[in-house]
């Protein structure tokens, strides 16, 4: 227990240093957008400040991970990384949007740019990006949400490098219109990724079903002694790993100690389908409809 709540603590600390860096890093890279005339560095602190956004709802995820859950809220907190994450993704797509924009006027009117000073400021970026790719490393493999961030930081160093080689060639050839290109790379690769994020976090928040064979359920159920019909399923996520499932069964009139036997066989069952929490209501001829939906007969 104590090595766990070491080891917890030492990831907390590197993933707030990350963050801490990040933000250095997007502050750099605005201001050295700005004083180079470079739209390239101004897109990668875009793409920094996402990777803050993304390390901070993962550091946030894990502190709320450690609150029990209380009267005001029975579920728990889990639901405020997602939060953090469609508020993030929605605004990474509105400006990145915006930068494809002024991405195409740097296109057809080309403007001068620093170039010794966007190359220096962009090695302090991807410096910095190494660094918390080196700090994150080993506990990428811990958990899904870690693991979002570590690969949010690897992308960022990618663009980074793809920044650097932008600043070589306009120092050496001054050929600006590398600087736009580079921007729409950027921007295309943010439109993508802040859409699947802005998809998925939409599904939670509107406690959309998870990715479950409701037929394949309906089967398992059903082949346990004593199971007559399952219908009117329920499921939903209450964060990134938590998936609840909920059911109405039918059975023969039967003592308590009896049906409780098959209540803890269902839950038994739908591990194997990634369901973490099943409320089974047990019943006798109740519903008229059979149906896996309520309503869709």
Not at 178 to 193: A, C
Request: aromatic residues 8%; negative net charge; charged residues 20%.
């Amino acid at each position: 227990m104590g090595h766990h709540h070491y080891h917890h603590s030492e990831l907390k600390g590197r993933m707030a240093f990350s963050i801490v860096l990040n933000l250095v890093i997007t502050i750099a890279e605005v201001i050295g957008g700005i004083l180079s005339g470079s739209l390239a560095l101004l897109s990668d602190s875009l793409h920094n400040f996402s990777d803050s956004m993304s390390l901070l709802a993962s550091y946030f995820a894990i502190k709320i991970g450690e609150r029990k859950a209380n009267e005001k809220y029975t579920f728990g907190y889990k639901r405020a990384e997602i939060l953090v994450a469609f508020i993030n993704s929605a605004v990474l797509l509105g400006v990145s949007l915006f930068f494809l924009v002024e991405a195409y006027k740097r296109f057809k009117n080309p403007e001068p740019i620093d170039g010794p000073l966007m190359l220096g400021i962009a090695l302090i970026g991807l410096t910095a990006n190494l660094i918390s790719v080196l700090l994150l490393h080993s506990h990428a493999h811990e958990s899904m949400n870690v693991r979002s961030a570590y690969l949010h930081l690897m992308s960022d160093t990618l663009s980074s490098v793809a920044v650097v080689v932008g600043g070589i060639l306009i120092t050496k050839w001054n050929v600006t219109w590398v600087d736009p290109l580079v921007t729409v790379f950027i921007s295309l690769y943010i439109l993508r990724e802040g859409y699947e994020i802005l998809k998925e976090s939409v599904e939670v928040l509107m406690e959309a079903s998870p990715e479950l064979d409701f037929e394949a359920i309906k089967r398992e159920i059903e082949s346990i002694p004593g199971v007559k019909n399952a219908h009117h399923f329920h499921a939903w996520r209450i964060g990134e790993k938590e998936v609840h499932f909920e059911c109405h069964v039918e059975v023969d009139d039967m003592l308590v100690s009896e049906a409780q036997g098959i209540i803890d066989e269902v839950e038994k069952r739908l591990r194997k389908y990634g369901i973490t929490h099943v409320t089974v209501q047990l019943e006798v001829n109740r519903c008229e409809g059979k149906g896996v939906i309520c309503g869709k007969e």
